[in-house]
């Protein structure tokens, strides 16, 4: 099965903070808090990178010899059930499911 690349959705913006990101989204008018990790992984939704491209980058931006695919996970869990990422297949079809890998 190919992994598909979660892509983050129209309508988010994002503020950086001194220990991550606070992030807006408009179609619910609420603002939620990210840290550290979560705010790489959804950096990182660009649409462009598959979950575990996602996870590798993210163990490499922390200078880790094993990505923390469960931290990573954990981190993106949140964005599925606000509706943040919809998911980009490799012939470039989106579906908006949330990314929670």
Same mark, same amino acid.
């Given at each position: ?10 309508g988010?913006?994002?503020? =950086?903070? @001194? !220990? ?8 619910? /008018? ?8 979560a *705010? ?12 575990? =491209?996602? @996870? !590798? ?8 010899? /094993? ?8 981190? *993106? ?14 012939s ?10």
């Amino acid at each position: 099965m190919t992994q598909q690349q979660p892509a983050l959705v129209e309508g988010l913006e994002s503020h =950086e903070v @001194e !220990d991550g990101l606070v992030v807006y989204h408009m179609a619910t /008018e609420r603002v939620h808090y990210l840290n550290a990790v979560a *705010s790489v992984v959804f950096e990182l939704c660009t649409g462009e990178h598959t979950e575990q =491209e996602i @996870e !590798d980058l993210v163990g490499a931006a922390w200078g880790l010899a /094993e990505p923390p695919r469960d931290q990573v996970r954990l981190a *993106s869990r949140p964005f599925a059930p606000r509706a943040w990422c919809s998911r980009v297949s490799a012939s470039g079809r989106r579906s908006a499911d949330g990314a929670s890998w």
